[in-house]
């Protein structure tokens, strides 16, 4: 799956395929959201919950640089190629 066809899915499809095929990396806590790091084929993908409405914002695909910005001390380089 690329990018784009992953961008074709809808909400419900991206969750879907990113907790069936996808693999969770990290987690980490932004103000109001418990946001979850997935790697899914070739690229990243963060899943933004809000836990005081219990749904899920944003579903965002990150660039690797970002990924390592944000989560370079949580993630093992290792876990990125597993």
Not at 29 to 40: A, E
Request: net charge negative; aromatic share 16%.
């Amino acid at each position: 799956m690329t990018v784009a066809q992953f961008n074709q899915l809808t909400s419900i499809e991206k969750v879907n395929t990113l907790f069936d095929r996808g693999k969770e990396l990290s987690s980490r806590i932004y103000i109001y959201y418990n946001i979850k790091l997935f790697v899914l084929f070739d690229f990243f993908v963060e899943i933004w919950y809000q836990q005081s409405s219990n749904r899920i914002e944003r579903i965002v695909i990150l660039k690797l640089e970002d990924v390592l910005d944000i989560y370079e001390k949580d993630i093992r380089i290792g876990d990125l190629y597993a």
